[in-house]
């Protein structure tokens, strides 16, 4: 006859009253994270170039004329769909990049492209692993506190004793090196 599966504390009658800490960390430094983040720009802004292209072929079609009587200007664009086409496909390039970069790939591995490369990633303080896609995006909202008082919640790892954003706080999440 089987016995029915014991429970995780039915060896140690203590570990309801004091649960396991969490684990000890080596927090990622504000340079590192800085750094992280211009890395990510710069990949960004590679996923843009379809966008800036069509954005600037949009205004070289534009015609500007001004009337001579009244000193009015007027505009007519003339650039056909193409570039308006190429604005869109860009919007859509850099909202994917967005997306899968910060959202996806570091929900499920704690770090995006420019955080993989510098070796920081980020995690939920209480378990050490990442937050998934969906919590990685509220994180992101969360952030916007964070530039409320002249952007002093960026600055906020600086002093701090485990170099957590306001934002961070607010998601009780950590940058932590590997």
């Known amino acids: 006859m089987s016995q029915p599966p014991r429970p995780p504390y039915a060896g140690n009658p203590y570990a309801r ?39 600037a072929w949009v205004l070289a079609s534009l015609e500007i004329r001004t009337d001579g009587n009244t000193g009015g200007t007027s505009s007519q664009y003339t650039g056909g769909p193409g570039p308006v086409v190429l604005v869109a496909l860009g919007v859509l390039v850099t909202l994917a990049f967005w997306i899968w970069n910060t959202c996806v790939r570091q929900g499920r591995t704690g770090a995006t492209l420019g955080k993989s490369h ?10 050490g692993r990442p937050i998934g896609a969906g919590q990685t ?19 906020w790892p600086l002093w ?16 932590v090196r590997d």
């Not at 080596?26 to 966008?51: E, F, H, N, Q």
């Not at 701090?160 to 940058?175: A, C, L, P, W």
């Open 17 to 55: 009253l004091f649960p396991a800490a969490a684990p000890a960390y080596r927090y990622a430094g504000w340079g590192r994270r800085v750094a992280a983040t211009l890395i990510d720009g710069v990949l960004g802004l590679a996923a843009s170039v379809p966008l800036i292209a069509g954005y």
């Open 137 to 155: 995006f509220v994180r992101c909202l969360a952030h916007y506190v964070d530039s409320l008082v002249c952007y002093l919640g960026w600055l």
């Open 160 to 175: 701090d004793e485990k170099r957590q954003t306001i934002g961070d706080k607010i998601m009780s999440t950590v940058v």
């Open 118 to 127: 510098l070796g920081i990633r980020v995690v939920k303080e209480s378990t």
